[in-house]
Nanobody, 124 residues
């Protein structure tokens, strides 16, 4: 069993930056591939970023590539999402997720554990 707790989000102006963290409980954190998803108002939940268990491999959604960076610290059982050049369309609830097995990184069904979500609001 893994429990995921995201850090508080917040309100930031367009063009600004924000860093989200997700703390994981449980053992063998490095055996889980981790991801961030988000759900904007009136939208379906979408893939944001993924990182392999080792941290060597990352993938990003098209809308955030080049602006966001995912990282992990397996000693501290945390995964982070650095968000730069934020846009109003980045406004969403952001979710941390963990998968204990392989699969398509964008497929939400492949993730076994989810955080409660944290609100990020980007003002124009």
């Amino acid at each position: 069993q893994v429990q995921l707790v995201e850090s508080d989000g917040g309100v930031v102006q367009a063009g600004g930056s924000l860093r989200l963290s997700c703390a994981a409980s449980g053992r063998n954190f490095n055996s889980y591939r981790m991801a961030w998803f988000r759900q904007g108002p009136g939208k379906e939940r979408e893939f944001v970023a993924h990182i392999s268990g080792s941290g060597y491999s990352t993938m990003y959604g098209d809308s955030v590539r080049g602006r966001f960076a995912i990282s992990r610290d397996n000693d501290k059982n945390t995964v982070n999402l650095q968000m730069n050049s934020l846009k109003p369309e980045d406004t969403a609830v952001y979710y941390c997720a963990a998968a204990g097995s392989g699969g398509i990184v964008r497929d939400q069904r492949k993730y076994d554990y989810w955080g409660q979500g944290t609100q990020v609001t980007v003002s124009s």
